[in-house]
């Protein structure tokens, strides 16, 4: 079985500041792993994506995320957070064999960037 | 951006009465996903096709109904609305399943009073 867990639910920051996102996830298998954008009253956007391939995985915006395998984790991180980053980011999980046909989402972590 | 449109953007409907929302892509995709989207459950599978006529139930499946007759066009059915399914539903689509990214429609505002 695989899930997600997105350890905060809301994350405030000052503009400029660096920017951290939680997740952890469960997986049987060799999981794929994707942070995934919605910005208010739009769709979801990909950020980045984690396929087995290097560990740290840059995705669009500045973003990008390490996936550790001892701890479970792939925390989405940014530099310098800017105003246009407030949005809702979810964290989410893919695996093969039997249950990879759809991706599995966190419940999100909505990011407040403060002036 | 993926072309992948949704129809209606938004609707008002009444419970009991049936309800159709459509996805058209222009990807070629094989894989076609219908998601709903809820505060605090992020988004949950509702049904997927992997194919013209091949379809299968996920997650949140009952009280609704799929159908794809073309490659580009997935549609999702609540037979009899209800007010549990006032949600806003989201279609994706992929070249294959399981671990390729998915690339999700603007969405459909789905109000049923």
């Known amino acids: 079985a695989q899930s997600v867990t997105q350890l905060d639910s809301h994350v405030s920051v000052s503009e400029g500041t660096p920017v951290l996102l939680r997740c952890n996830y469960s997986s049987s298998y060799s999981p794929s792993l994707f942070w995934y954008v919605q910005h208010p009253n739009k769709g979801l956007q990909l950020l980045l994506k984690?396929?087995?391939?290097?560990?740290l995985v840059k995705g669009i915006n500045g973003f990008e995320a390490e996936f550790k395998k001892s701890e479970t984790s792939f925390h989405l991180t940014k530099p310098s957070a800017h105003m246009s980053d407030a949005a809702e980011y979810f964290c989410v999980v893919s695996e093969g064999g039997n249950s990879g046909y759809a991706l599995n989402f966190g419940k999100g972590t909505s990011l407040l960037v403060t002036p | 951006d993926a072309g992948i449109t949704q129809s209606p953007r938004h609707k008002v409907t009444e419970t009991g009465t049936p309800v159709t929302l459509r996805c058209h892509q222009t990807e070629n995709h094989r894989y076609m996903y219908w998601y709903r989207q809820d505060p605090g459950h992020g988004l949950r599978l509702i049904h997927y096709s992997y194919g013209v006529k091949d379809t299968d139930k996920g997650e949140v499946s009952d009280g609704y109904s799929v159908s794809r007759s073309k490659t580009e066009d997935f549609l999702l059915t609540l037979e009899s609305a209800t007010s549990s399914q006032t949600s806003v539903y989201f279609c994706?689509?992929?070249?294959?399943?399981?671990?390729?990214?998915?690339?999700f429609g603007p969405g459909t505002r789905l109000t049923v009073t």
């Open positions: 994706a689509i992929s070249e294959w399943q399981g671990r390729n990214e998915q690339y």
């Open positions: 984690y396929t087995s391939a290097a560990t």
